[in-house]
């Protein structure tokens, strides 16, 4: 059996497991199973491995994202430059991290955001899943400003987020977890009323389907999409590395 899985400090919100096993299920592989592995610290890695030798391939959720790094034998070349790692092979007893977050994000975004010459994108959130949209942004040549409750150089504080900064950016970019289940209740501290049907709002959060943030946005005429599609792209690439394939 080929064992499969996710690790994550909490998990209940996750799709992960119902999206690869209706995979299996569909495409007839019988030998393979996926699991939620709960850590209640990242420090927990290492035990885990070894009561699960059947163990050939994880995905990676909050807050490990980074954290999970140092436990690994080595990175793919683009994890390594985006910082964050949200798969994991493990092929002979040695763990590769790589990241497809960012072919996840790309691809969607390409399909969901018009870029052009005055694209402009404000990404709320400086975690793992952050680095892995700079990393996309950068690539797809989208000039992009960070937004920290702790900023570091060049990056804004919330209370920067004036009505005439969101003018300035018309895709803005939620890789925070607020509104997630259950706080469905939250949504990143921005100006609401300043948006318009300009603007595109791109939620990571999946769980709900449309969160407090999406629907701000929605009620202003602005273009919306949530974190599902991203989920499913970066899996399929996840599962084109399990099995050996190019992701992308």
């Not at 702790?150 to 987020?161: F, G, V």
């Not at 599609?229 to 190019?246: C, T, V």
């Amino acid at each position: 059996m080929h064992r499969f899985g996710l690790i994550g400090k909490k998990l209940g919100h996750s799709f992960s497991k119902r999206y690869f096993s209706e995979k299996f299920a569909r495409e007839g592989i019988a030998d393979a199973a996926y699991e939620l592995y709960e850590l209640a610290a990242i420090a927990d890695f290492p035990a885990l491995l070894a009561s699960e030798p059947e163990l050939v391939g994880l995905n990676v959720t909050v807050p490990y994202k980074e954290a999970i790094i140092p436990y690994l034998h080595r990175l793919d070349k683009s994890a390594a430059r985006i910082g964050a790692v949200n798969t994991i092979k493990i092929e002979d007893g040695r763990t590769t991290g790589y990241n497809t977050d960012f072919i996840g994000f790309r691809d969607t975004l390409q399909q969901f955001y018009p870029a052009d010459e005055a694209a402009k994108a404000l990404v709320l959130g400086t975690g793992g899943a952050a680095k892995a949209v700079w990393a996309a942004l950068d690539e797809l040549a989208i000039p992009h400003t960070c937004v920290s409750r702790n900023p570091a150089q060049n990056q804004l504080t919330y209370e920067a987020i004036t009505p005439e900064v969101l003018q300035a950016y018309t895709l803005i970019i939620n890789t925070t977890p607020l509104g997630m289940a259950p706080a469905t209740d939250t949504a990143p501290a921005i100006p609401y009323e300043a948006l318009s049907p300009r603007h595109y709002l791109y939620d990571l959060v999946y769980n709900p389907q449309e969160t407090l943030f999406l629907q701000k946005g929605r009620l202003a005429g602005a273009q919306t999409i949530n974190g599902l599609p991203m989920l499913y792209a970066q899996a399929d690439a996840a599962w084109k590395i399990w099995s050996n394939e190019n992701p992308g």
